[in-house]
């Protein structure tokens, strides 16, 4: 499965930090998110939000989706 690149979708990006959206806040990141199903491998792993179902998203990144769980 191709890796997320930044832009992919509802804003996102491999490195939250790198975000600029006004939605959001430091500590936030896809392996801290509801949607975040678990890593693969190598700091990457699937996201169940139906915008990301043919790409893998970085543990790291962050989309304006983010909703606490993990
Ligand atoms: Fe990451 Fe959650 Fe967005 Fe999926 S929905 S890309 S896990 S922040």
């Known amino acids: 499965m191709p890796k997320a690149e930044d832009g992919h979708a509802l804003d996102y990006v491999n ?3 790198d975000s600029n959206h006004e939605k959001y806040q430091e500590g936030r990141q896809c392996d801290g ?12 792993g699937k996201c169940r939000h139906p915008q990301f179902s043919d790409v893998l998203v970085n543990a790291n990144g962050w989309c304006s989706t983010w909703v606490p769980g993990g």
């Open 33 to 44: 998110c509801a949607f975040w199903a678990g890593e693969e491998s190598d700091g990457w």
């Open 15 to 17: 490195n939250a930090a």
